[in-house]
C-alpha cells in the first residue's frame, strides 16, 4: 500500500499567476493583521511574560494547522523531503517572534517595529553564504543606509539607549534566516507544509520553556493570546498567498505600511509619539529596503534572461 507521503509529495507547488495589485491589496491586508497581533502582544506584556505570551501564539497557530497534520485527510502535510530544515526554519520564526516580543515590554512599538524592519538587508549579506548569491556594491550601500537607520533609532551610548533594544535586531536576524530558509523551501515544498512544520517546532519548543515562567492569566489574557494566535497566522498566510501574485520586489515597499498602522494604534492605545529620533531612523531603513528591493526586481529580470542560470527566488 502507497504511504500518503509519496501521493502528496509529488502534488504540484501553486503556480504565480501575475497579478500585482491583487497581491498588494493582499499585502496591504496583511500588515493590518500583523501590526494589530503586534500592538496586542505589547499590551499583553505588561502582565505575562514574552515566554508565555509566544506560547499562547504558537498554541492558537497549531490548533489552526490541526488539520494538516491528521494523515488520510485532503489537507495532510506533514510530508516532506526536507523535515530538518523545516523545523529549523520553525525554530527561527519562534526566536524572531520571542525576540521582537521581548523588546515590546520595554520600548515604544514604533521604534522596536521600525528596528524589526532591518531584516531584509540582514538577507542580503546571508545570501552570500546560504544561497551562493553575488552582492553587488549597491545593494552594500543600500544595506549600509538601513543599518544607519538603525543607529539612529537607537542612539548607543547615549541616554536615550534601552539594553531592550537590542532584541528587535536579534529579531530581525532571526527574521532573515527564517526568509533565507524559505527561499531554500520555495519552489520544493507546498505553503502549508511550511507553516504545519513551523507551528509544531513553536509549540513544542514553548511547551518545554513556559513552565519555567508560568503566571496565570486572566479570561481577558487568554482572548488576547488566542486573537494575537489568530491574527498572526491570518497575517501569515495572506502574506503567502500575497506572494503567488507578485514577486517580492513588488510587494516589499507595502510591507512598510505597517509601521503607519503600529504608530497609529500604539499612539491610541498607549500614548506613544514616535520622536524624529525613530521616524529620521525609520526613513533611512524603509529607503535602504526600497533600493533592496529594487535592485532585487533588477537583479532577477538580468537572470531570467539567462535560460542557464536559475532564479534565486523561483
Not at 90 to 95: D, E, H, S
Not at 204 to 222: D, E, G, H, K
Not at 265 to 291: H, N, Q, R
Request: contains cysteine.
Amino acid at each position: 500500500m502507497p504511504l500518503p507521503e509519496k501521493k502528496s509529495a509529488d502534488r504540484p507547488v501553486p503556480a504565480r499567476a501575475d497579478r500585482p495589485f491583487r497581491g498588494i491589496a493582499l499585502i496591504l491586508a496583511s500588515t493590518v493583521f500583523l501590526g494589530a497581533s503586534d500592538v496586542t502582544a505589547k499590551y499583553l506584556s505588561a502582565t505575562l511574560p514574552s515566554i508565555e505570551i509566544a506560547w499562547i501564539r504558537f498554541s492558537v497557530f497549531a490548533l489552526i494547522m490541526v488539520p494538516a497534520m491528521l494523515p488520510g485527510t485532503r489537507l495532510y502535510a506533514l510530508q516532506t523531503q526536507r523535515r530538518g530544515l523545516q523545523l529549523i526554519r520553525g525554530a527561527a520564526l519562534l526566536a524572531s517572534s520571542l525576540f521582537f516580543i521581548s523588546g515590546l515590554r520595554f520600548l515604544p512599538i514604533a521604534e522596536a517595529s521600525a528596528t524589526g524592519f532591518v531584516s531584509p538587508l540582514f538577507v542580503t549579506a546571508l545570501s552570500i553564504f546560504f544561497l551562493g548569491e553575488q552582492v553587488g556594491v549597491r545593494r552594500w550601500l543600500a544595506t549600509a543606509v538601513g543599518l544607519i537607520g538603525v543607529l539612529i533609532i537607537l542612539r548607543p551610548g547615549s541616554s536615550a539607549f534601552h539594553p531592550a533594544a537590542f532584541f528587535p535586531l536579534v529579531s530581525a536576524l532571526a527574521w532573515a534566516c527564517t526568509l533565507i530558509m524559505t527561499r531554500m523551501l520555495s519552489g520544493r515544498e507546498r505553503a502549508i507544509t511550511t507553516m504545519t512544520y513551523s507551528s509544531i517546532a513553536g509549540v513544542c519548543i514553548m511547551s518545554a520553556l513556559v513552565p519555567t515562567v508560568w503566571v496565570a492569566p486572566s479570561w481577558q489574557a487568554i482572548a488576547f493570546g488566542v486573537f494575537i494566535g489568530i491574527a498572526s497566522t491570518a497575517g501569515q498566510w495572506i502574506v503567502v498567498l500575497a506572494f503567488r501574485y507578485a514577486d517580492a520586489s513588488v510587494l516589499a515597499p507595502f510591507s512598510y505600511s505597517q509601521l503607519l498602522w503600529v504608530s497609529i494604534l500604539g499612539f491610541i492605545i498607549f500614548g506613544e509619539v514616535p520622536d524624529i529620533w525613530t521616524v529620521t531612523g525609520a526613513v533611512f531603513i524603509v529607503a535602504g529596503g526600497l533600493y533592496t528591493a529594487h535592485r532585487e526586481r533588477v537583479r532577477r529580470s538580468q537572470l531570467l534572461v539567462l535560460p542557464a542560470e536559475p532564479s534565486p527566488n523561483p
